[in-house]
């Protein structure tokens, strides 16, 4: 049985999904797991330079009353997130020469139709 926060949390990852698909992303990866860290999304984009690796950070919060879901990404978890980047890169040939880029989503409200805030380029790999 899933406990109500996983719950809630699978369908915040679901709505930033459909949302980062619409944007026009393509997913690559789901709840990839390496040990000391997880990444919520592995996505493709596309600028105006090429393709760009995503790896996206998905944060729930049933109200913005103590900081936003970015806020909760601090320097911990981004060290977490660009080990498991990392490990990503190393066990992936087709995709270790693109460039990288983290992004978070910050899902709020109603958690089966969540208000999406998505923050590209939230942080990068050589700030931490």
Not at 34 to 58: A, K, P
Not at 74 to 83: C, G, I, P, Q
Not at 93 to 116: H, K, M, N, S, W
């Amino acid at each position: 049985m899933v406990a109500e926060p996983q719950r809630r949390g699978q369908a915040a990852e679901r709505a930033a999904r459909d949302a980062l698909q619409r944007a026009g992303l393509r997913e690559l990866r789901a709840n990839a797991q390496y040990r000391g860290g997880e990444i919520d999304l592995v996505m493709l984009d596309r600028d105006r330079d090429g393709e760009v690796l995503v790896f996206v950070e998905v944060r729930y919060r049933k109200s913005n009353a103590f900081g936003g879901g970015a806020a909760s990404v601090d320097l911990r978890k981004r060290r977490k997130l660009v080990h498991a980047a990392q490990a990503f890169l190393a066990e992936s040939g087709t995709y270790a020469d693109l460039p990288c880029r983290f992004d978070v989503v910050e899902a709020d409200g109603d958690p089966q139709a969540p208000r999406i805030a998505w923050l590209k380029d939230a942080f990068r790999a050589d700030d931490i």
